[in-house]
């Protein structure tokens, strides 16, 4: 690894962190090795050269207005807090819907937390996926998404300061439904149970009708940088994000540390 690091003198060498070794306790250590040996090869001080994860945040490219249609901001709770939030202040939560997320997976102390504590409290969870996993294994009801190909939707990455226009390719197959389209007719459902929710009026139109997902996707794009559904359907990709001056680590041999080496 230390020669394939070293052997293109002139080229940038940029690694990514976080994704693989990222996931696991005390990982900050391989970081730090990672780190130390871009130095000690002489990785760093070339554009495009970096050890370690290049974020953006592609939230910005979608407006606020389509989280919170009505102009009024929804409580949140943080993920890692529901647990002290059930233990400590009895928090009202008795059922979960699980949608584009995996926490038997992803979250730290499976286990001490979910398997043992939040989820014995639920009096029931839902989750949407593509496929079976841990999380669909404790749930009590599946609900199956349309996959990657099945929808049409704005895609963005943390990676790169663009935003993608994603096609349908092929119908959903069988009973699998776009998420979208799921929580819909979930909300259908409370609205006769609950009448005073009235969630259902942010999926239609004036005239009652269902909007389609392109309806949805015009109303939730940032209007930055003439980034507009008319254009993205016409370029199928579009920057985001400004462009500003290139950022080299450690430029002319300076570090941000206190000795500054």
């Known amino acids: 690894l230390t020669e394939q690091f070293a052997a293109p003198k002139n080229k940038p060498v940029s690694v990514y962190v976080s994704y693989g070794s990222g996931q696991y306790y005390n990982s900050h250590h391989t970081s730090h090795a990672l780190c130390t040996l871009g130095a000690i090869t002489g990785t760093y001080q070339k554009p495009g050269a970096c050890v370690g994860s290049y974020f953006i945040d592609g939230n910005f490219a979608v407006a606020d207005r389509f989280a919170r249609p009505a ?43 979910w398997i043992d504590y939040i989820f014995p409290k639920m009096e029931i969870i839902v989750t949407l996926d593509m496929e079976r996993t841990d999380t669909t294994d404790y749930s009590d009801y599946v609900l199956p998404a349309a996959g990657w190909y099945e929808v049409n939707d704005i895609v963005t990455g943390r990676k790169h300061p663009f935003v993608m226009l994603q096609e349908q390719a092929v119908k959903p197959e069988g009973q699998s439904k776009p998420d979208l389209e799921i929580i819909r007719l ?22 009652g009708s269902v909007k389609a997902d392109w309806d949805h996707m015009g109303e939730a794009i940032n209007p930055v940088m003439d980034l507009s559904l008319e254009n993205l359907k016409k370029e199928k990709t579009m920057r985001y994000i400004p462009r500003h001056k290139e950022l080299i680590f450690a430029e002319n041999g300076y570090y941000s540390t206190a000795s500054g080496r």
């Open 71 to 113: 102009g009024v901001a929804v409580p949140s709770l943080p993920i890692l807090y529901v647990r002290d939030a059930l233990e400590k202040d009895n928090h009202p939560m008795r059922g979960l819907i699980i949608a584009n997320g995996n926490p038997l997976n992803v979250y730290t102390n499976q286990k001490k937390d």
């Open 186 to 207: 979930i909300v259908d459902e409370l609205d006769k149970h609950l009448p005073d929710l009235k969630g259902g009026q942010y999926f239609r139109k004036p005239d």
